[in-house]
Structures are given as C-alpha cells and as structure tokens.
C-alpha cells in the first residue's frame, strides 16, 4: 500500500509539472504527516518515562484532558454536521458491528477462562474500537481519494465516535465497578462530561443548528490536541515487559481487531449481501485500522488494565500497517 502511494506520486509527476504537481505532493504529504506525529508524540512519551524526576503520573492530567475537554468539543463539533440516510447504514453499521463482536467475543471468553471484569472490560473497548479518523483518514484520502474520505467520515462520526460516546462509556462504567448498581452506572454516565456533551450535540442534529464559525473554529481547534496529548500519554506509560502477563491478551485484542473484524465485514458486506462499490471496500479498511486511541485513554481513565490498553495502542498502530496492506490487496481482487 505504501508502495503504491509510493508510485502515485511518481506516475504523477510524469504525467503534471509545476504548480500541479506540487500541490498534489504537498497534499500527499500532509494527509500522511498524521502517522509521523503519531509515532513522534509516542516516542516522546517513552523518552519523558526514563528520564529520572520527569513526573510520570503526569499521564493522569493528560487523560482528563483528553476526556474532559477534547472529546466534549469534538462532539460538539461534529455530530450536529452529520446527516442522515439509510444508504449510508454500510458505513455506518462498521463500528457498531465491531463493537458488538468485541463484546460478545471477549463476554463469552472472560466468562469461559475466569477473567478479571476490568480485562474483558479493557479488551471490550479497545479491540472494539477502530483508529477511524487520525489513522483512518489519511489512509483512506491517500488510497481513494475525496470520495474516499467522505466515506470515511461517515464510518468515524456516526459510527465510532458515537459508539465511543455511548456505548463505550456504557462499557467502562460498567466494568469498573465491582458489583454492578444500575442506578449507579446510569448516574455515572449522565454525569459523565462527553455524554452530556453528546446528548446535548444530538439534540442540536435534530434541530439543524450549529454554533457560529467562530465557535466552531475553537471547537475543532480545541479537539484537534487530543491525539498529540493521547499518544503522549501511551508513551508514558508503555513498558516493554517480556514476563508480562498481558502478552497473551494484547495478541488476541490486536488479532480480532485487526484480522478478524475485516474478515466479519467482509463474509457479511461482499459474501453475503454482495456488495462491490468504492463505499464498502472504504468501510472494511476502515474496520482493519489499529485500535482507537481515545478508547485507551477511555479505558486507562476508568482502571481498566492501563498498561494493556497502553500496549494495544502502542504495538497495534504499528502492525497495522503490515494487516492493511494485507487487506488493501484483498479487496483489490
């Protein structure tokens, strides 16, 4: 896939010159800009965590902001822009799938195997939730185009980040507490800042109303530090632990989320249900992305196994490299 990039910018520039192919490269560049401040944050997370009297458990203030801040404005930013309509259930139905197979399948484990409820509830969120947009987006642009990336919104926004915003908050109340109280998780997440912040974005969608660009400016602007303070946080407190207990887990989290999942939407989407269009072949790559950083820090906030959720993160982004080629070239057949 990165080859093919690669070549792209290659037959373009015999094929344009100038001002146009300079645009084209300069475009090429920046929607692929977004993995290398991925692994620069990650690193410098890791570089601060060995460096003797850096407060480490800085990571904590990192999170609420992340959480607290970043998440509500993306909300608030996106979700009233979302439009509706039931051609667009493809895209959409991505990551409500994955997340109920994540679900289902590590419920069905935990409970077989004896597991912690906070490491089938880590697993839940984390396997269960894709890297859509930072990762995605590029990706997607880069592979198929603006067309492409409009597909990809829709998998994102009314896909992962409401799912991210109910369901996963739904999940990591739910699996950090001790012995479950249904009128406490249903306090703790309606109190809970982005579901507020959500509820109130959903009610603005219905009524078609926005905030004024200005508003929406700081809005974008505030969300758009979430990942550099995420990946920062990953690295402060990813270890590379061989005798680890979480080697196991972290193989089979990255296993259904990058292997399994594009291999369920694909028996369902182009085996079953036979669809071939640009649109599908878009919301399976998507569904093989490495799992969602904004999930992790979701789980690392709520005591959900931290230093698993920091793992997934900081080994799933970059074997996820590897599957989408994989799965790039497997819908190119």
Known sequence: ????????????????????????????????????????????????????????????????????????????????????????????????????????????????????????????ITAGLG???????????ALYGEEGLKTAILVDQPGSFVVLSTLG????????TGTPNGFHIAKKIMFFPPFITFLAACLMNYLNFDFHEYVQFVLQKTGSVMTPLAMLSVGLQLQFDRKSQ?????????????????????????????????????????????????ASILATSHGLKPRLSSMMIGFGIPLSFITLVFWYFVLQI
């Open 246 to 294: 979480h080697w196991k887990f972290l193989g089979l989290g990255l296993l259904y989320k990058l292997m399994l999942t594009p291999a369920l939407l694909y028996l369902l989407y182009v085996v079953i249900l036979q669809q071939h269009s640009k649109m599908i072949e878009v919301a399976i790559l998507e569904s093989a992305m490495a799992p969602m950083i904004t």
């Open 1 to 124: 896939m990165y080859f093919y990039l690669l070549v792209k910018i290659i037959i373009y520039k015999f094929l344009y010159s100038g001002t146009e192919f300079k645009w084209y490269f300069y475009n090429q560049f920046f929607a692929m800009s977004n993995f290398i401040l991925i692994f620069v944050f990650l690193f410098l997370g890791i570089i601060f965590q060995n460096i003797k009297g850096f407060p480490v458990p800085i990571y904590k203030l990192l999170n609420k902001i992340v959480i607290y801040v970043c998440l509500p404005a993306l909300a608030l930013y996106y979700i009233p822009k979302i439009e509706w309509s039931n051609e667009l259930l493809f895209p959409i139905g991505v990551a409500w799938i994955t997340f109920a197979g994540a679900y289902f399948l590590f419920s069905f484990l935990g409970k077989k195997f004896g597991w912690s409820r906070k490491l089938i509830g880590c697993l839940i």
């Open 131 to 141: 890297n859509t947009s930072f990762l995605g987006f590029p990706i997607i642009e």
């Open 169 to 176: 908050i739904l999940v990591a109340t739910l699996y950090s």
